[in-house]
C-alpha cells in the first residue's frame, strides 16, 4: 500500500480541522482507498501563540518552512493560512520542489493561479483547490470531473456565509445592516475586519475560480464587476417583500457563444427560486450545462469540519492521480483570452427605487429619460410620504443595458423633481 506523507501550512480553523479529519477517519480512507496518509509536519508561527498545540505531538510542528520543503519525504503540502505572502511563495516554492499543493485559499489562488500552474506543470506536481469555493461543497470538482459532457452557459450562486447570514437576518427580523452585522460577528461568522465578505470581495474571489473552471477561460478579478451588500436598507427589503422578491448577494458568471460576463452584486430574485430559501451560513451553486440543463449545489460554506472535508477529499485524490495530475483546463494564460469577449453592458432587469417631488410631471419626467436610452418599464409602484409633498417611486424595467440604465439614471438624478435615487438593484428572474 502506498504511504504519503502530508505538511500542513498553518493550523487555524482549517488546518486543524484537517488534521482532526485525517486523524480520525484515516482508517476509513484507508481502508475505501488503498492508500495511506499521514501528517509529517505543521508548519505554525510561534508555538508559544498557537492555540491549537495541544491537538497534535510536539514533534509534528515547526516554524521553519524549509523543514517541509527540503524534506524530500512530504509529497502533499496542504496550505490553510490564508493571505498572499508567504502563502504565494510557500506553494511555488513546494511545487517547484515537486510537492504537490492543496489550498483552501481563494485570495492567493484567484490572483495567482496561472504562475502556480504553471509551476506544477513544470515538475509534475499537483495543485487541487476545492476547499476555495463553497467550503465543503463539492463544486470544482464536479465540474471537473461530472461536467465534461457539457457546455456551461451559466454558474449562479451564494458563495459568502457571512453576507448569506445578514441578508438572511435583514429579510426574516427587518434589522438593518449595522446590526446584522454586529450579530454576525458576535456569532463568529463575520472577522472582526468584515470587509472582504460585506464588499463583495471573498465572493469574487471565488466566482473568478468558479468562473474560470465553468467556462474554460481564465477570469481574473479585474474583469468580475463588484458591488457588496453595505449600501443596503430596510427600505430595500420592504420593496423586495412588495414585489415577491428575496435580496442575495449573487456571484453569476454567463456565458453565450465566446461572449462572457461574470459580477458579484446584490440581487433580487423571486421568492420561489431555490436560491430564496438558501438561509443563513449555507451556500449552493447553480450550474447550467447544455445537457445536463440545472442543477444545484448546497451546503456548508465554510466551518471547520466541512472545508476540511474539501482539503482531505484533494488530498485522497491527488494520491490516486500522483503518476498524471489532473490540472484545470482554462488556458493557462494571465491575461483574459483573446477568444473570449467580456460584456460589462450585462443585460438585466433592474429595480430602482427614487424619492420624488410628489407633484403633476414627475413620472412623465423619469418615463422620458428612461426612454430617451431605450429603457422599458414593467412596472411601477409609489407609495405616498407622510408630508403629502414627497413619494417614494419604485420601478422595474424590463432587460435593458447597464449602460443604458446608468446614463439614464444620470438624467434622472438631475431633474428637479428628483431628491434621490435611493437604491438600484438587479434582478434575476
Ligand atoms: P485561521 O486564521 O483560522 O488560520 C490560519 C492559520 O495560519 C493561523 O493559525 C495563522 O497563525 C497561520 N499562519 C498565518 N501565516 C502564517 C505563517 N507565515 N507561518 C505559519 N503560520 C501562519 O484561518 P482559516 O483556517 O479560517 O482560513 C485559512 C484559509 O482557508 C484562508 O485562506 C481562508 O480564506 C480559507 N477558508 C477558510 C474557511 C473557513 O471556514 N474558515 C472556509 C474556506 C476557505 P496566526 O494566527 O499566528 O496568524
Ligand atoms: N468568509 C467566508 C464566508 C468563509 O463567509 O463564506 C468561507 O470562505
Not at 480553523?13 to 501528517?39: D, K, P
Not at 460585506?198 to 474554460?216: N, P, R, T
Not at 450550474?287 to 466551518?303: E, K, N, P, S
Not at 427605487?353 to 418599464?377: C, H, N, Y
Request: proline fraction near 3%; glycine fraction near 8%; charge should be negative.
Amino acid at each position: 500500500m502506498k504511504h504519503y506523507q502530508v505538511a500542513l501550512l498553518g493550523f487555524g480553523t482549517v488546518g486543524s480541522g484537517v488534521y482532526r479529519v485525517l486523524s480520525e477517519n484515516g482508517a476509513q480512507i484507508t481502508h475505501r482507498e488503498g492508500i495511506n496518509i499521514s501528517v509529517k509536519r505543521i508548519l505554525v508561527r510561534d508555538f508559544e501563540q498557537e492555540p491549537n498545540l495541544h491537538l497534535a505531538p510536539m514533534e509534528l510542528y515547526t516554524t521553519s518552512f524549509d523543514d517541509i520543503v527540503n524534506d524530500p519525504e512530504i509529497d502533499i503540502v496542504a496550505e490553510c493560512m490564508g493571505g498572499i505572502e508567504p502563502a504565494r511563495s510557500f506553494i511555488l516554492r513546494a511545487l517547484g520542489a515537486g510537492k504537490t499543493v492543496v489550498t483552501s485559499n481563494k485570495e492567493v489562488m484567484s490572483k495567482h493561479w496561472p504562475a502556480f500552474e504553471q509551476a506544477a506543470k513544470s515538475t509534475g506536481a499537483g495543485l487541487y483547490l476545492e476547499a476555495t469555493v463553497g467550503g465543503g461543497i463539492p463544486i470544482l470538482r464536479t465540474i471537473l470531473d461530472s461536467m465534461q459532457a457539457n457546455n456551461i452557459s451559466r454558474v449562479m450562486g451564494i458563495i459568502n456565509g457571512t453576507t448569506n447570514y445578514i441578508l438572511t437576518q435583514m429579510t426574516e427580523s427587518g434589522r438593518s445592516f449595522e446590526e446584522a452585522l454586529k450579530e454576525a460577528q458576535a456569532l463568529g461568522y463575520a472577522e472582526a475586519n468584515p470587509t472582504a465578505d460585506v464588499e463583495g470581495y471573498d465572493a469574487m474571489y471565488k466566482l473568478s475560480i468558479l468562473s474560470s473552471m465553468a467556462f474554460h477561460a481564465h477570469m481574473p478579478i479585474e474583469v468580475i464587476y463588484r458591488e457588496g451588500i453595505t449600501k443596503l436598507t430596510p427600505a430595500d427589503f420592504e420593496t423586495a417583500r412588495l414585489l415577491g422578491y428575496t435580496i442575495k448577494l449573487l456571484a453569476i458568471g454567463k456565458k453565450a457563444g465566446k461572449r462572457i460576463e461574470v459580477r458579484v452584486h446584490p440581487t433580487m430574485i423571486p421568492n420561489t427560486h431555490p436560491l430564496a430559501s438558501v438561509r443563513g451560513v449555507f451556500n449552493a451553486i447553480f450550474l447550467t450545462g447544455h445537457a445536463v440543463d440545472d442543477i444545484m449545489l448546497y451546503g456548508r460554506g465554510a466551518g471547520c469540519m466541512p472545508t476540511a472535508s474539501a482539503v482531505v477529499s484533494d488530498i485522497v485524490y491527488a494520491c490516486h492521480h500522483d503518476q498524471r495530475h489532473h490540472y484545470m483546463t482554462f488556458v493557462n494564460e494571465e491575461s483574459i483570452s483573446n477568444e473570449i469577449t467580456l460584456v460589462c453592458d450585462f443585460i438585466c432587469i433592474y429595480s430602482i427605487r427614487l424619492k420624488v417631488a410628489d407633484k403633476p410631471g414627475t413620472m412623465a419626467a423619469i418615463a422620458a429619460a428612461f426612454a430617451e436610452q431605450g429603457v422599458s418599464l414593467k412596472s411601477v409602484i409609489q407609495l405616498g410620504e407622510p408630508d403629502g409633498t414627497s413619494a417614494r417611486i419604485t420601478f422595474i424595467t424590463h432587460a435593458a443595458s447597464e449602460f443604458a440604465v446608468r446614463d439614464s439614471l444620470k438624467k434622472i438624478e438631475a431633474l428637479d423633481c428628483v431628491s434621490a435615487v435611493e437604491s438600484v438593484i438587479r434582478v434575476e428572474e
